[in-house]
Every structure is written in structure tokens, then in C-alpha cells.
């Protein structure tokens, strides 16, 4: 779904992800950290940008371009909106440099504000592949709930079927997550 939407906090932004970034965000992936997407790493710039189109067309979804003092080091995605009801959090990649840095938790700052303050959702989910610990971690420490696992849920990058591990924020902890979030990046 095309949107306008850009959410922006210090020197991290999010804008509206388009087919052209496929050549910036093929350059910064690898097979290793693509490993628990649903699909095969794309091979070639323009095999990015097909997969990028068909996620900015998709429906129910804002995807964005993450940059970083106007450099692209990523992307997320808002997805299966549901308004008034619920989003998830997801499709999410960046550059090796900035993982363990301020960018995923000031994303994530930005589209859970977005989700509950604007968009009027009463409950964001978040998924990652039950074997990337990392991600699992970088989930938890943003304040969200862990809730299970999916087993057997989606084919994985690597041919096998992977389970989905499922964590949430709902409106009534929002309050709290964003103060943490906040605090954390304060400090």
C-alpha cells in the first residue's frame, strides 16, 4: 500500500520503502542474517526491487526505508492492519554496523507511536524465527510479551519449515513500553 507517512526521531527516519532501494538494501544483506525471512535471499538488485514492489503493494501495510543521517540501513514493516484492532511489526533488516545500536529500538519506538497513537491499534505483534536468538533478544528487550511458538508455521530462507516465535504489546502496556524505550534511549 503506497502511503505518505514518514516518522522521523533524531537522526533515524523511517519513509515510505519503495522498488528503487532494492540496489542500497541488496547491498547490505547476506544470506546468513536473511536466513529466517519466508523467501531466498534475492540474488540480484532487480530481484530486491521485484520483492520490494510486491511488499510496498501489499495490502494492510506501510512499508518503510530505515536511514540512518539520511543513509539507508534498512527496512520495516507495518503489516496485516487490522484498524482499530492490530498491526505487526515485521519484514525487518539492517546493515551488520548498525545492529546493537540505537536504530531498531528507535524504529520500533516510532512505529509501535504510530500504531497505537495514530493508526488506533489496540495490540501490535512482533514474530521472529524461533532459531535467531538475536532477534528474539532485540524483541524482548524492547518491552514486549513473549507468547509462544508457532510451530511449523512458514517456509524459511534455508528450505526447512521454520517455527515462529510471537510476542506483543497491547494498549494497556504501551504506557510502559514507551517509557522504557524512552529511558533506554536517553541513557
Known amino acids: ?86 498491526v505487526e511489526i515485521g519484514h525487518t533488516i539492517y546493515a551488520r554496523e548498525v545492529w546493537g545500536t540505537a536504530v531498531n529500538p528507535t524504529a520500533k519506538l516510532l512505529l509501535m507511536g504510530h500504531a497505537f497513537d495514530d493508526l488506533g491499534v489496540g495490540r501490535v505483534a512482533l514474530r521472529c524465527d524461533h532459531r535467531n536468538a538475536r532477534s528474539r533478544g532485540a524483541i524482548l528487550r524492547l518491552g514486549a510479551m513473549f507468547e509462544g511458538t508457532l510451530r511449523r508455521f512458514r517456509p524459511a530462507a534455508d528450505g526447512t519449515v521454520a517455527d515462529v516465535d510471537y510476542f506483543s504489546v497491547i494498549a494497556e502496556e504501551w504506557p510502559a513500553v514507551r517509557a522504557g524505550l524512552e529511558e533506554r534511549l536517553a541513557g
Do not use: C
Open 1 to 86: 500500500m503506497h502511503h505518505d507517512v514518514i516518522l522521523r526521531r533524531g537522526s533515524v527516519a523511517l519513509r515510505p520503502l519503495t522498488a528503487g532501494d532494492g540496489p542500497a538494501l541488496r547491498s547490505l544483506v547476506d544470506e546468513a542474517m536473511w536466513a529466517g525471512n519466508g523467501q531466498p535471499l534475492p540474488r540480484t538488485d532487480e530481484e530486491m526491487s521485484r520483492l520490494l514492489a510486491a511488499l510496498v503493494e501489499a495490502p494492510a501495510t506501510f512499508a518503510f526505508a530505515v536511514e540512518l543521517d539520511g543513509r539507508l540501513v534498512g527496512r520495516t514493516v507495518l503489516y496485516e492492519l487490522v484498524e482499530g484492532l492490530k
